[in-house]
């Protein structure tokens, strides 16, 4: 089982390219999110969407879009990247948005902006 | 404000002995805990929770203790396994917030043989 794939899993952008982190997962799980992981600030919460259609903002939102076509696919959209965007992006996704729902991650994309 | 807090960035035992843990937390309508696993170049794989009806989870060497009064959790790993060696996330959700995760800083644990 490929459980949370995501692409690419390296990427160098210049500041103000633009740029999709790709997220798919195959367990028909209705509730995914993308984290940003910094040293020393733990994962912190950008977007989540409870359902195919539906999105909303986590805690550091600002400069990302994202939007859920699907059930399986969760794209993350960096519209003009900047260097504090440098990071690691993680998309999780669980069977639903019960606080109860372990979340299953994929491993990362580890992203430089120059 | 960092409402879940791991205040030890690392933690060094010896194989055989026991690894704790420690996270604190301010927001009392948290109603879930979970610990999680990371090994470099990996994302992060879940591990143990807890509901906070409970004060103790077991699952095998890892056992988590919460108690809500000083609104603390720990994490015991005993015995301790080099392959123990990862950082620990800790991690809390309510129910009245859609489940989001809010996770601590994280703490590298390293077991030594």
């Known amino acids: 089982n490929a459980g949370v794939t995501q692409t690419p899993k390296f990427q160098v952008l210049k500041t103000g390219q633009s740029m999709t982190l790709q997220c798919a997962q195959d367990?028909?799980?209705?509730?995914m999110s993308w984290y940003r992981q910094d040293p020393g600030m733990g994962l912190r919460l950008i977007h989540y969407?409870?359902?195919?259609?539906?999105?909303d903002q986590g805690e550091v939102p600002n400069g990302y879009n994202v939007s859920r076509s699907t059930t399986e696919d969760f794209p993350l959209r960096l519209l003009s990247a900047a260097p504090s965007q440098t990071s690691v992006y993680f998309c999780a996704s669980s069977y639903s948005s019960g606080s109860n729902q372990p979340q299953h991650f994929g491993d990362g994309t580890r992203l430089s902006i120059l | 404000d960092q409402q879940v807090k791991q205040n030890s960035p690392s933690l060094s035992v010896q194989e055989g002995r026991i690894s704790i843990l420690n996270c604190d937390y301010t927001n009392s309508m948290f109603d879930y805990f979970l610990w999680y696993k990371k090994y470099p170049a990996e994302g992060p794989t879940f591990l143990i929770s807890?509901?906070?009806?409970?004060d103790k989870n077991e699952d095998g060497r890892f056992t988590v203790f919460l108690n809500k009064s000083a609104k603390h959790l720990s994490l015991h790993i005993v015995p301790s396994q080099p392959g123990d060696s990862a950082v620990y996330f800790c991690?809390?959700?309510?129910?009245?917030?859609?489940?989001?995760?809010?996770f601590g800083q994280g703490t590298t644990l390293q077991v030594k043989p």
């Open positions: 991690a809390a959700s309510a129910r009245s917030n859609t489940g989001k995760l809010i």
């Open positions: 807890i509901s906070s009806i409970k």
């Open positions: 969407s409870v359902g195919a259609g539906i999105t």
């Open positions: 367990m028909n799980h209705e509730y």
